[in-house]
């Protein structure tokens, strides 16, 4: 059971969105939705070689407040300071639906 009192981290919601180059194109940059108080526990980390180069990756679980005003996907990220946290699974371990687990994933590129 979540409570409000361990819930002692800010992040920042972000979602991906497209922004018209004035060339036919378009960039790609985050636009944070919202900024909520949240629970984040590191979980598993990893290194691993590739493209000849030392890769690393840790595993976090961070638990936030159901937004009532839109959904969190594994299409956005959460910004914690300026740590990067790619959203990879999202759970509503409550019964009453108040609070939503994401597992997120730092240090890998989406």
């Known amino acids: ?3 409000i009192g361990s819930m002692r981290e800010r992040v920042s919601v972000q979602q991906e969105g497209r922004t018209d180059d004035m060339g036919g ?7 944070t939705m919202a900024t909520v108080s949240a629970r984040v526990r ?4 990893r ?4 493209r000849g180069a030392l890769e690393a990756s840790q595993m976090y679980e961070v638990t936030i ?3 009532v005003d ?3 996907n594994t299409g956005m990220r959460l910004l914690w300071g300026s740590v990067a946290l790619n959203i990879r699974a999202t759970a509503n ?3 009453r639906g108040e609070f939503i687990t994401c597992t997120c994933e730092s240090g890998v590129v989406t």
């Open 1 to 3: 059971m979540t409570r």
């Open 25 to 31: 194109g378009y960039a790609l940059s985050w636009t």
């Open 42 to 45: 590191p979980l598993t980390g």
């Open 47 to 50: 290194e691993m070689a590739a």
């Open 65 to 67: 407040r159901r937004p």
């Open 70 to 72: 839109y959904a969190i």
């Open 93 to 95: 371990n409550d019964e």
